[in-house]
Nanobody, 123 residues
C-alpha cells in the first residue's frame, strides 16, 4: 500500500487547508485511516481517525471542532479539512492506515504511512 499526502502549505492564522491522502495498491475492508502530525522537536501526535464506513470519527482534543476527517472509499482517499488554523497546528502531517481497523490513536497500530505534507500557520 502506498499513501500519497498532499494539500499542505503556508496559511495565516484563522485560515483553512484541506489535506488529501490517496491510497494505491491493496485495499483493506474495515480499515481505519488516520492523520497524525509531528512538529519539530516534538513527538508524533494523533490528530483524527475514521472508520471504513465513515460513520465513526474521533479527534484529538486539540483539533476537535476545527478539523473534519472524511473518506471516499471509491477513490481510496481520506481528507482532513482544517479550519480556524492556529500557529500551534504547524507540523508535518502524515496519513496512515490501520489495516485491521482497531480504531486506535496510537501510531504503532498503523501499518502503512504516507510521506507527510508540511503545514505552516503564520501568526
Amino acid at each position: 500500500v502506498q499513501l500519497q499526502a498532499s494539500g499542505g502549505g503556508l496559511v495565516q492564522a484563522g485560515g483553512s487547508l484541506r489535506l488529501s491522502c490517496a491510497a494505491s495498491g491493496r485495499t483493506f475492508s474495515n480499515s481505519v485511516m488516520g492523520w497524525f502530525r509531528q512538529a519539530p522537536g516534538k513527538e508524533r501526535e494523533f490528530v483524527a481517525r475514521i472508520s471504513w464506513s465513515g460513520s465513526s470519527t474521533y479527534y484529538s482534543d486539540s483539533v476537535k471542532g476545527r478539523f473534519t476527517i472524511s473518506r471516499d472509499n471509491a477513490k481510496n482517499t481520506v481528507y482532513l479539512q482544517m479550519n480556524s488554523l492556529k500557529p500551534d497546528d504547524t507540523a508535518v502531517y502524515y496519513c496512515a492506515v490501520d489495516k485491521r481497523g482497531r480504531g486506535s490513536s496510537w501510531w504503532s497500530f498503523y501499518d502503512f504511512w504516507g510521506q507527510g505534507t508540511q503545514v505552516t500557520v503564520s501568526s
